[in-house]
């Protein structure tokens, strides 16, 4: 009979050790630790922002009218009109069919067409090679701008002086 007992509180004492012992109890947005612990967010990496479609451009007609930014356009400037991206944006034009590229600042909204993605300044579209075609297929990258590092006292010249 002794020996049943032993037994029996042998079973009990482990069913009460396993049950009270800490498990994997954590749901998949717990971000819980050791109190006074802290813990470093995993930044997403940022995702690569593109758009494909059709571009045109614009010229003669409307050269020193105000644009959305309030500058004059310049059909000379490398500058282009989108509908929703920042005023101030840099963007890279790709010429899908002869892999031409150039850098434009978004500057005023557009294109008016609503099957068109951008609207290009005259010299943008020439440096593409988009010449008397008046539209291509063209894919835009989105241009992180660097931030501008303030300038702490004065500097020391580093070369030949």
């Known amino acids: 009979m002794l020996r049943v007992l032993r037994a029996v509180s042998m079973v009990l004492f482990l069913a009460t050790a396993l049950a009270a012992a800490p498990g994997n109890n954590k749901t998949p947005d717990s971000n819980q630790g050791i109190p006074g612990q802290t813990q470093e967010a995993i930044k997403p990496i ?10 045109s451009w614009y010229g003669r007609t409307f050269q020193h009218h105000k644009t959305a930014s309030g500058e004059p356009y310049d059909m000379h400037d490398f500058t282009a009109a989108h509908r929703t991206l920042p005023l101030g944006s840099w963007v890279k034009v790709t010429n899908l069919k002869n892999e031409k590229s150039v850098m434009v600042r978004i500057n005023d909204r557009g294109p008016v067409p609503k099957t068109r993605i951008l609207d290009l300044s005259y010299g943008a579209a020439m440096i593409l090679g988009m010449g008397n075609d008046g539209v291509a297929k063209v894919r835009l990258d989105v241009i992180e701008t660097p931030t501008v590092a303030s300038n702490f006292g ?8």
């Open 46 to 55: 940022p995702a690569r922002k593109f758009q494909v479609g059709k571009a």
């Open 154 to 161: 004065p500097q020391r010249a580093v070369g030949p002086l």
